[in-house]
């Protein structure tokens, strides 16, 4: 493990993005409870862009400069984030679904990076998390006991309490600064 002095640390940044949760969830603040994943699987579609990466990207930039910045979908319903995600030099993670009910894929993988992050860069301070699920919970165990600060970001109506509670701080998308729909 890479050690460094204290200011250092505090510095650097690490920010995934469970993106389809996030897009989703939006979407049904949009459309109703129930849309995205109803029986039209509109989770299947291409997806119009809801989510301002900008925003979020302002919020994580806010505890120092990002050192790593992953986003774990299935890209092939996502191409139209293509030019933001290109802009903020977002590393695209392809999930492809094993079947029609891949439940917890981006979470899982999620969570395997971030801890082999920690292990590898000692010098990623704080960790920023965006999305909802209470499948985080140990994640956030974990990195507040490697002495990391946690940062959660996710969506008011269908953020789980105990997530947004087990953070340092927690963010609703709908209340970031400069957020604008997109």
Request: with cysteine.
């Given at each position: 493990?890479?050690?460094?002095?204290a200011?250092?640390?505090?510095?650097?940044v690490?920010?995934?993005?469970?993106?389809?949760?996030?897009?989703?969830?939006?979407?049904?603040?949009?459309?109703?409870?129930?849309?995205?994943g109803s029986?039209?699987d509109n989770?299947?579609?291409?997806?119009?862009p809801?989510?301002d990466?900008q925003?979020?990207?302002?919020?994580?930039?806010t505890?120092?400069?990002?050192?790593?910045h992953?986003?774990?979908?299935?890209?092939?319903?996502?191409?139209?984030?293509?030019?933001?995600?290109?802009?903020?030099?977002?590393?695209?993670?392809?999930?492809?679904?094993?079947?029609?009910?891949?439940?917890?894929?981006?979470?899982?993988?999620l969570?395997l990076d971030?801890m082999?992050d920690?292990?590898?860069?000692?010098?990623i301070g704080?960790?920023v998390?965006?999305?909802?699920?209470?499948?985080?919970?140990?994640l956030?165990?974990?990195?507040?006991?490697?002495?990391?600060?946690?940062?959660?970001?996710?969506?008011?109506?269908?953020?789980?309490?105990?997530?947004?509670?087990?953070?340092?701080?927690?963010?609703?998308y709908?209340?970031?600064?400069?957020?604008?729909?997109?």
């Amino acid at each position: 493990m890479i050690t460094m002095n204290a200011d250092k640390q505090a510095q650097a940044v690490a920010l995934y993005w469970d993106f389809e949760n996030l897009h989703a969830s939006l979407y049904e603040d949009a459309q109703g409870d129930g849309s995205y994943g109803s029986k039209s699987d509109n989770r299947f579609k291409v997806q119009e862009p809801l989510i301002d990466v900008q925003a979020i990207v302002d919020l994580a930039s806010t505890f120092g400069p990002l050192v790593i910045h992953r986003a774990y979908c299935n890209w092939q319903y996502f191409g139209r984030y293509r030019d933001v995600l290109l802009h903020h030099a977002v590393e695209l993670i392809q999930l492809f679904p094993p079947g029609a009910s891949a439940k917890n894929g981006a979470d899982i993988r999620l969570c395997l990076d971030a801890m082999d992050d920690l292990g590898r860069y000692g010098h990623i301070g704080t960790v920023v998390v965006v999305g909802g699920d209470s499948d985080f919970t140990p994640l956030a165990q974990r990195i507040k006991a490697a002495g990391r600060t946690l940062i959660g970001v996710g969506a008011r109506k269908s953020t789980n309490r105990h997530w947004a509670s087990s953070c340092h701080a927690f963010h609703y998308y709908d209340s970031l600064p400069g957020h604008a729909a997109v």
